[in-house]
């Protein structure tokens, strides 16, 4: 059974920084598409970051794109999201998300099938 668990998270003034980690377990992780996801008070989850399994492509979200950066290292088992000139549009309960590899119906959740349970970030003005 796959385990993520992600940290990082905190209260920041915006256009500051913040990077996220997850941390998975129980599976080949070096062969999983990870994925960032993000959920603020009120609105439905929403897809903000992907990385394919050795890390060749990755894709963002408009919204976050040239603001934030995803990265893995297989050799810890961890990726992360490198967040930098927060918004306070960014706050939300971030969880990492993991699947087997591939780069079809990334910004979907549905297609994600391991979840950790979310680190807060919120972004004060």
């Known amino acids: 059974q796959v385990q993520l668990v992600e940290s990082g998270g905190g209260l920041v003034q915006a256009g500051c920084s913040l990077r996220l980690s997850c941390r998975a377990s129980?599976?080949?992780?070096?062969?999983?598409?990870m994925g960032w996801f993000r959920q603020a008070p009120g609105k439905e989850r929403e897809f903000v970051a992907a990385?394919?399994?050795?890390?060749?492509?990755?894709y963002y979200a408009d919204s976050v794109k040239a603001r934030f950066t995803i990265s893995r290292d297989n050799a810890k088992n961890t990726v992360y999201l490198q967040m930098n000139s927060l918004k306070p549009e960014d706050t939300a309960v971030y969880s990492c998300?993991?699947?087997?590899?591939?780069?079809?119906?990334?910004?979907?959740?549905?297609?994600?099938?391991?979840w950790g349970q979310g680190t807060q970030v919120t972004v004060s003005s």
């Open positions: 998300a993991a699947r087997r590899s591939g780069d079809y119906g990334l910004v979907t959740a549905g297609n994600y099938a391991y």
């Open positions: 129980g599976g080949t992780f070096s062969t999983a598409t």
């Open positions: 990385i394919t399994s050795i890390g060749r492509n990755t």
